[in-house]
């Protein structure tokens, strides 16, 4: 299948199945926005509860935390987002249509017209959202929309040192819609204005910062492979000296090979100590840390890896689909690490009839508290797998009249295709064992 294709096939996916939706759709939509239907938030919701998992439930060195989405402009001022967050903004004189400057294949050739020097000088655009917080609109009234997660953490440093007794190393994590007021939003769900951030950030004595750094680059790419994605539509590239932000002495992307090309999924980034050393200055706030033991005082440095939700869950997608065939017909399936698919169980009733409806919802209710679960007795057993295959669930249970008799009922898996005969009474502990 080439790329467009593929981009194609899973875009159509998350319209027909539930995944993702036009936002606005009978109002003819609404630019780069996006609604997640019944799939995509169930799936959305296990790759923000797959991070959670790796860096705060199974980590004894980060707790977390959920921060304002509204802030004041002392936030961005001291952080360098009212000066530096800004993209080079050009117009085409001649179609009207906009463009960053510095994704412009050619500098001088509008991509929608085709018009050659058309285009006026850049000029910096301000990437955030402003607004107004009470009921008039003046300047002691501005607010911002919070562009990123990372801001909330860095003044929230202090109550979480107080309360939390951690001491560095030690990371707090957030999960969190952000805002960009992007210039040339695309990609179906890569590049939107409304998105959810994964963010950590890892505060660490100056001296660590680069071992660190190392760590959590490593610790990083292996998430993505753990939950599926194969070791060769991944890499880690390193940003070159003049690609680096201000405040950063290093930085690498972990990058995923999309139908376009390879596209950052994730930024792992020293920022040593520079947002705090900002937001004390611009406070008048101490936002260090005190060694007992060695009664040395310090600012932590920060490494921070950041991923973006919607973009890891779009890689997970693409990386997923598959067809292959099965009895000389086409099977479209996503073979989604089941951590990550929306539904880890489905049960299946044979048929419709009323003498195999009780015993299946009892199959139902006995899952339920343990697994994700959905219940299907619509159209004919072949195409509920079907259906089970293209949206992504590990296994079927399918109850059929020999289980009214011996209590057993067959469990399918998704990616062998084969079927196993199990007992009801030990079906929990069964899948358990399969989904681990």
């Known amino acids: 299948m080439s790329d467009p294709e593929l981009m194609e096939q899973v875009v159509n996916l998350c319209k027909r199945r539930g995944f993702i939706f036009p936002s606005a759709e009978i109002y003819g939509g609404f ?24 860096m705060v439930q199974l980590r004894d060195d980060v707790v977390g935390l959920d921060a304002a989405i509204l802030s004041p402009p002392a936030i961005w001022e001291a952080s360098g987002h009212l000066e530096n967050f800004t993209d ?25 017209c085709g018009k050659t020097g058309t285009f006026t ?7 955030m959202f402003k607004t107004h917080a009470g009921p008039v609109e003046s300047e002691g009234t501005v607010a911002y929309l919070r562009p990123e997660t ?48 994964m963010e950590l950030e890892y505060f660490v004595p100056p001296d660590e910062g680069p071992k660190w750094y190392e760590y959590w680059c490593a610790e990083r790419f292996r998430w993505y492979t753990d939950l599926g994605i194969p070791e060769e539509q991944l890499r880690l590239r390193p940003h070159e000296a003049d690609e680096l932000s201000h405040y950063s002495s290093g930085t690498s992307d972990v990058e995923f090979r999309y139908p376009w090309g390879w596209g950052e999924l994730e930024g792992i980034a020293n920022r040593a100590d520079y947002d705090l050393t900002q937001h004390a200055k611009h406070s008048g706030e101490k936002l260090e840390y005190f060694d007992q033991a060695t009664g040395e005082r310090y600012v932590p440095h920060v490494i921070e890896p950041s991923a973006g939700a919607t973009r890891s869950m779009m890689a997970f997608l693409l990386a997923a689909y598959t067809e292959d065939e099965v009895n000389g017909e086409t099977r479209t399936v996503l073979r989604l690490h089941h951590r990550l698919a929306p539904y880890q ?19 139902l209710h006995l899952l339920q508290p343990h697994f994700m679960t959905e219940y299907d007795d619509t159209q ?26 011996d209590k057993a009922v067959t469990v399918r898996d998704r990616d062998t295709l084969a079927q196993d005969r199990v007992p009801v009474d030990h079906l929990v502990d069964h899948l358990r064992e399969k989904l681990q």
């Open 121 to 127: 000088e850049a000029r910096q655009f301000n990437l």
């Open 88 to 112: 080079p903004l050009v117009d085409c004189r001649n179609c009207k249509e906009r463009f960053r400057l510095d994704q412009l294949t050619d500098p001088t050739t509008c991509p929608n």
């Open 345 to 363: 169980v489905a049960v299946l009733p044979l048929s419709k009839k009323d003498t195999l409806s009780p015993m299946a919802r009892e199959v």
């Open 150 to 197: 990372a801001q909330g953490i860095f003044t929230n440093f202090m109550n979480v040192l107080s309360t939390s007794r951690k001491k560095p190393p030690f990371g707090i994590a957030q999960i969190g819609k952000a805002f960009r007021n992007e210039i040339t939003p695309g990609n179906f769900v890569f590049r939107t204005r409304e998105f959810e951030q």
């Open 380 to 405: 004919s057993i072949g195409r509920r797998y079907r259906r089970q295959d293209e949206i992504g669930t590990p296994y079927c249970i399918t109850v059929d009249f020999d289980s009214l008799d």
């Open 31 to 54: 630019r780069s926005t996006y609604d997640y239907g019944p799939l995509g938030v169930l799936m959305l919701r296990n790759v923000k509860e797959a991070w959670w998992r790796a």
